[in-house]
């Protein structure tokens, strides 16, 4: 696993995590530094897929 997104806050925490659901990319939350949201990480082989979820979300708004 390697790290993906490190979210803003919650709301953006639980954007991203409906994204990769949605996509089919499975992820893990591991915990960020102190005061920080909880970080994104996926398997190294679905950054460019999940990448790509963030990159069609942008744009369809």
Do not use: H
Not at 5 to 28: H, S
Not at 47 to 52: C, I, Q, R, T
Request: net charge negative.
């Amino acid at each position: 696993m390697v790290r993906f997104y490190n979210p803003k806050d919650e709301a953006d925490l639980a954007r991203v995590e409906a994204i990769l659901c949605k996509g089919g990319i499975e992820y893990f939350l591991r915990d960020a530094k102190a005061g920080a949201a909880k970080e994104i990480e996926v398997a190294e082989e679905d950054v460019p897929k999940a990448e790509e979820l963030m990159l069609q979300d942008k744009t369809s708004k």
